[in-house]
């Protein structure tokens, strides 16, 4: 069993700076790539910000140059730092991890159960 939790949601004020983290933990051989998807009040769910396992990343056209996605492989833990927040990135934000499960080595996708990050203008 694997799990993927999350933290560092919350409530602020347009301009400002939020820190997400997701942890995966469990039978956990290693974590392929791991990345943060959004879902806003009536849109789909949509990508933000994805990184490899050698540490490549790729960010939507809307928040290049505002988000660094980064992971730390010894704690199997993604981060988002998010900047310059606008009201528009208001969603329930998302992780996701490829697995590869330590007993039986196959590939696995989770989700984490999402934070909250609600931008005021």
């Known amino acids: 069993q694997v799990q993927l939790v999350e933290s560092g949601g919350g409530l602020l004020q347009a301009g400002g700076s939020l820190r997400l983290s997701c942890a995966a933990s469990?039978?956990?051989?290693?974590?392929?790539?791991m990345g943060w998807y959004r879902q806003a009040p009536g849109k789909q769910r949509e990508l933000v910000a994805v990184?490899?396992?050698?540490?490549?990343?790729d960010y939507a056209d809307s928040v290049k140059g505002r988000v660094t996605i980064s992971r730390d492989r010894t704690k199997n833990t993604v981060y988002l730092q998010m900047n310059s927040l606008k009201p528009e990135d208001t969603a329930v934000y998302y992780c996701?991890?490829?697995?590869?499960?330590?007993?039986?080595?196959?590939?696995?996708?989770?989700w984490g159960q999402g934070t909250q990050v609600t931008v005021s203008s």
């Open positions: 469990g039978s956990i051989f290693s974590v392929n790539d």
């Open positions: 996701n991890a490829g697995i590869i499960l330590r007993y039986t080595g196959n590939v696995v996708r989770y």
């Open positions: 990184i490899t396992s050698g540490g490549s990343t």
